[in-house]
């Protein structure tokens, strides 16, 4: 026959105006958020993704103390045969890695002949290279897509600075770790776009010119980068990894290795955070918003019917009864808010989609944006909408529910 | 046994600093299936008695029990209960619940107050609809009828959980005689019929002669029959 819902909704049409109108506002709310959020997300995505895969890779693994000091590129906090086939046989035990790059980094002069300049270089096995960040030669912008022995890869300002250009013949000279000078002859082999973040401007040849420059008899990796095959599953691999990696201990007890997550590594993380953040407000806003135009609808609903609650009070209606009366009146503003925002939101982001937005993110130039919404932050946002509905019906159902009959039915 | 018995019965409302004694120690008592008005000017008592019978306030002094309980011992949800459970009300105002149709007003008591399975429901809620003559209207809504067409859907709604009591405060001050009649004489039928005992009250001496039994108030005593 009829229930509770049915009353609620037929409340809500005999003021269909007021109603439409609270239910546009949490509409426009719920749409605002869900563009906001998928934005801004795939914003943080495309970010995140660029620095990743263009240089820096998801994870990284060091010496325990190199990153600390990474600006000096130490040589002396090299990891050595040993320690290198501990950390690759963690590796090669943890799931979910899709490929990881050995890479000696270090610091050294580059010469033209006519002049000098600091430059740090990166010796990579370019395969590896490739599978880890595999953004990284799609930043070569003259010359070939490579990396070869007796070739460089010589970021684009520091070409500029010293006028080369591909297949011009530089020099680079290093001291190794015991303080000796030795230098190299290379060709250049390509023309390095910057990345955005330290690292960016880092040059690179193959690892085993670097180990001849720096004189290394076995090599001697800096850095070990990883890339996921599941980005989402960050966390979780970096804490089997760590977990790992930390039974390993140095002389002093302390663990040997150190692991990170790019977030560590970046500063664009604190960006990523921000973004976050203003989300988080967005959402309070909307929290806000719906709370408002929710409370003020039911207190005027209450208000309007006091003679309808003294008479349902007085033929014996409980007060629980009259409570849930009002909280699923506002649930069902709340619900029916949520369901049409929802389908006016996603109805936004795909017209985005189509639509192409671009945009530029440092030196990278025509970004595609592709804002994308997962359910879960529907039902998140959807849910959240419900339950504040419902929260701020509760004051004025229990006012009503506590009404004294004589007095509500005198009430004109 | 007396479905209601009054002893020295009386309320005093405190109004800042006036006490108004809206009933003086009053003693009656009101046997099952009994036709019975209260008559009285205005500010005589009625409403004041009515509300106290239908435990939805308190006797200041006094005893009153409503089918062997002693109303003055119910909490507020204890006395929603108990009024849900025994006692339908009929108002001067009508009171039909606006986004509800006649035949879902009648149900209403059954379905929020009692919990009737559904099966049962219909049946009764047909058989009061068409005792009381409105069945042809069931699903027109209260602002689609005549107020003699509401009161009479009202009577219905306060007998459908089948109460020992029917309270009606002046149930007809908004409507002209013939109409008046004519409810006071469905509420007639309806009590020979389910032997359900009525109680209202009114000013309009025509009416009172409908009554079976007659208790006049003046000024908050209550002047034999
Ligand atoms: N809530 C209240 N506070 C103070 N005084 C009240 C209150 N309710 C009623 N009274 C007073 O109690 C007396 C009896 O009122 P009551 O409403 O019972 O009379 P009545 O016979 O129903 O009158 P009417 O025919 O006008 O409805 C009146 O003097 C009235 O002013
Ligand atoms: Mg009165």
Same mark, same amino acid.
């Given at each position: 026959?009829?229930?509770?819902?049915?009353?609620?909704?037929?409340?809500?049409?005999?003021?269909?105006?007021?109603?439409?109108?609270?239910?546009?506002?949490?509409?426009?709310?719920?749409?605002?958020?869900?563009?906001?959020?998928?934005?801004?997300?795939?914003?943080?995505?495309?970010?995140?993704? #660029?620095i990743t895969d263009s240089f820096l890779g998801h994870i990284q693994i060091h010496k325990k103390g190199y990153v600390a000091s990474i600006d000096s590129l130490p040589l002396t906090l090299n990891l050595g045969p040993n320690a290198l086939q501990k950390i690759e046989k963690a590796i090669k035990q943890t799931p979910d890695i899709e490929a990881y790059a050995k890479r000696i980094k270090f610091g050294g002069m580059f010469s033209n002949f006519v002049e000098t300049t600091?430059?740090?270089?990166?010796?990579?096995?370019?395969?590896?290279?490739?599978?880890?960040?595999?953004?990284?030669?799609?930043?070569?912008?003259?010359?070939?897509?490579?990396?070869?022995?007796?070739?460089?890869?010589?970021?684009?300002?520091?070409?500029?600075g010293m006028k080369v250009k591909v297949g011009d013949?530089?020099?680079?000279?290093?001291?190794?770790?015991?303080?000796?000078?030795?230098?190299?002859?290379f060709r250049v082999g390509g023309i390095l776009e910057s990345a955005t973040g330290p690292g960016g401007r880092d040059g690179y040849i193959h690892i085993d010119d670097a180990a001849e420059i720096l004189r290394m008899d076995t090599i001697q990796i800096s850095e070990i980068a990883i890339r996921l095959k599941n980005f989402?599953?960050?966390?979780?691999?970096?804490?089997?990894?760590?977990?790992?990696?930390?039974?390993?201990?140095?002389? #002093?007890?302390?663990?040997?290795?150190?692991?990170?997550?790019?977030?560590?590594?970046?500063?664009?993380?604190?960006?990523?955070?921000?973004?976050?953040?203003?989300?988080?407000?967005?959402?309070?806003?909307?929290?806000?918003?719906?709370?408002?135009?929710?409370?003020?609808?039911?207190?005027?609903?209450?208000?309007?019917?006091?003679?309808?609650i003294g008479t349902i009070a007085a033929i014996g209606t409980l007060p629980g009864k009259i409570v849930a009366m009002f909280l699923i009146e506002g649930f069902s503003l709340g619900l029916f808010g949520a369901?049409?925002?929802?389908?006016?939101?996603?109805?936004?982001?795909?017209?985005?989609?189509?639509?192409?937005?671009?945009?530029?993110?440092?030196? #990278?130039?025509?970004?595609?944006?592709?804002?994308?919404?997962?359910?879960q932050d529907i039902l998140l946002?959807?849910?959240?909408?419900?339950?504040?509905s419902v929260l701020a019906s509760l004051q004025p159902a229990y006012k009503a529910s506590r009404m004294n009959p004589i007095d509500a039915l005198r009430h004109v | 046994m007396s479905l209601i018995a009054a002893h020295d019965l009386s309320k005093t409302y405190l109004k800042g600093e006036t006490r108004v004694e809206a009933l003086k120690g009053l003693n009656f008592g009101v046997e099952p299936a009994s036709?019975?008005?209260?008559?009285?000017?205005?500010?005589?008592?009625?409403?004041?008695?009515?509300?106290?019978?239908?435990?939805?306030?308190?006797?200041?002094?006094?005893?009153?029990?409503?089918?062997?309980?002693?109303?003055?011992?119910?909490?507020?949800r204890m006395a929603a209960a108990f009024r849900g459970r025994k006692i339908g009300f009929i108002f001067q105002d009508f009171n039909l619940i606006p986004v509800l149709t006649v035949y879902e007003n009648v149900g209403y008591p059954l379905v929020l107050v009692q919990n009737t399975p559904s099966s049962e429901r219909k049946q009764r809620i047909l058989a009061l609809l068409d005792?009381?003559?409105?069945?042809e209207l069931r699903d027109k809504y209260p602002d689609q009828i005549s107020g003699g067409q509401k009161q009479r859907v009202a009577v219905a709604r306060a007998l459908v959980t089948k109460p020992k009591l029917v309270l009606a405060d002046e149930p007809t001050a908004n409507l002209d005689h013939k109409t008046a009649y004519m409810v006071i004489n469905i509420m007639k039928k309806m009590k020979n019929e389910l032997g359900t005992t009525f109680i209202f009250s009114t000013h309009d001496q025509k009416i009172v002669g409908e009554a079976e039994i007659v208790y006049t108030l003046e000024d908050g005593e209550l002047d034999g029959r």
């Open positions: 026959m009829f229930d509770l819902f049915k009353i609620a909704v037929r409340n809500l049409m005999r003021y269909k105006r007021r109603t439409l109108l609270t239910v546009s506002l949490v509409t426009v709310g719920v749409v605002s958020v869900l563009v906001f959020i998928s934005v801004s997300g795939s914003f943080k995505n495309m970010m995140i993704g #660029q600091n430059v740090r270089l990166n010796g990579v096995y370019p395969e590896d290279e490739a599978g880890t960040v595999p953004l990284l030669l799609s930043r070569v912008r003259e010359g070939e897509r490579t990396i070869r022995t007796g070739e460089i890869l010589v970021p684009e300002l520091l070409a500029k013949t530089v020099v680079v000279i290093a001291t190794n770790r015991d303080g000796s000078v030795n230098g190299k002859q989402d599953k960050l966390q979780e691999v970096f804490d089997r990894l760590k977990g790992e990696l930390s039974k390993e201990l140095n002389k #002093q007890g302390k663990p040997a290795f150190e692991v990170h997550t790019w977030e560590k590594l970046s500063p664009f993380y604190n960006i990523a955070r921000m973004i976050d953040v203003m989300t988080f407000f967005v959402k309070l806003m909307l929290i806000a918003i719906v709370l408002i135009s929710i409370m003020n609808v039911m207190v005027m609903a209450v208000y309007e019917r006091v003679r309808e369901v049409v925002g929802d389908i006016l939101g996603i109805a936004v982001i795909s017209v985005l989609n189509v639509a192409k937005v671009s945009f530029n993110f440092g030196r #990278q130039k025509g970004l595609l944006l592709s804002p994308g919404i997962n359910p946002i959807s849910i959240i909408v419900i339950t504040i | 036709f019975v008005s209260f008559v009285g000017p205005s500010g005589s008592g009625k409403t004041t008695l009515l509300n106290l019978i239908g435990c939805l306030d308190k006797p200041t002094s006094g005893i009153l029990r409503v089918d062997d309980t002693d109303v003055s011992t119910l909490n507020t005792a009381v003559g409105m069945a």
